[in-house]
């Protein structure tokens, strides 16, 4: 079956601190990924997205993600959080439709 | 506007009734996708639009539920005799170009949040 996996449901991080948010998507899916975030009270926003070529793709905000191929995993990072990067962040990949199959979704939660 | 937009933002009706939800895309996008998403999961995909037809409806549940785009802009979900599992947010969203060339970036609206008592 196609799935992406977010392990994490919430992951608690101080302010200034590396954050990293785990995906995992399964063989069958494509190898299209993508990340959107939530922030309060919006609508889901692309963040990054990988399609071909380096393995590592930077977003907005300071994110990045890396796309592992033998790990089947895409996982978003950012060397040092904001209080405004408190969000719930999403990973996506695309099915043989083209259409988005959707992570869980993991809570950052920024302590001051 | 310049972005997507939903109405209602809350809708509380009671089982059995009839629910119509409204996307308002971002103007001259021509693919047009209904999700629903329920507490702790991602978006499900319900029905995606390419101008005024639906060109995968695969994820819609079953047969209360049909939604219409009769003029390629404005699309309206609409929910027949509705069922506590329904309550859900529905977001939609949209795109510039066709699923398999817009790629994934998609412009969501903030999405209705219906409760079914």
């Known amino acids: 079956a196609q799935s992406v996996t977010q392990l994490d449901s919430q992951v608690p991080v101080f302010e200034e601190a590396p954050v990293e948010l785990r995906c995992n998507y399964s063989?069958?899916?494509?190898?299209?990924l993508f990340w959107y975030v939530q922030y309060p009270n919006q609508g889901l926003q692309l963040l990054l997205k990988?399609?071909?070529?380096s393995t590592l793709v930077k977003g907005i905000n300071g994110f990045e993600a890396e796309f592992n191929k033998s790990q089947t995993s895409f996982h978003l990072r950012k060397p040092s959080v904001h209080i405004s990067d408190t969000a719930e962040y999403f990973c996506?990949?695309?099915?043989?439709?083209?259409?988005?199959?959707w992570g869980a979704g993991t809570k950052l939660i920024i302590k001051p | 506007g310049a972005g997507v937009s939903q109405t209602p933002s809350n809708k509380v009706t009671e089982k059995g009734k009839y629910v119509e939800l409204r996307c308002d895309p971002i103007?001259?996008?021509?693919?047009l996708y209904w999700y629903r998403q329920s507490l702790g999961q991602g978006p499900e995909f319900l029905i995606y639009?390419?101008?005024?037809?639906?060109?995968?409806d695969s994820g819609l549940p079953n047969d209360r539920f049909f939604a219409v785009r009769p003029e390629g802009s404005v699309s309206t979900l609409k929910i027949q005799r509705t069922e506590r599992g329904d309550s859900a947010v529905y977001l939609c969203?949209?795109?510039?170009?066709?699923?398999?060339?817009?790629?994934?970036?998609?412009?969501f609206g903030e999405g209705s949040r219906l409760t079914v008592l």
């Open positions: 063989s069958s899916v494509s190898v299209y």
């Open positions: 103007s001259g996008h021509t693919a």
């Open positions: 990988y399609l071909s070529g």
């Open positions: 639009f390419q101008g005024t037809g639906a060109a995968d």
């Open positions: 969203a949209s795109s510039l170009t066709s699923a398999r060339r817009g790629a994934g970036e998609l412009f």
């Open positions: 996506a990949g695309m099915d043989s439709n083209y259409q988005l199959i």
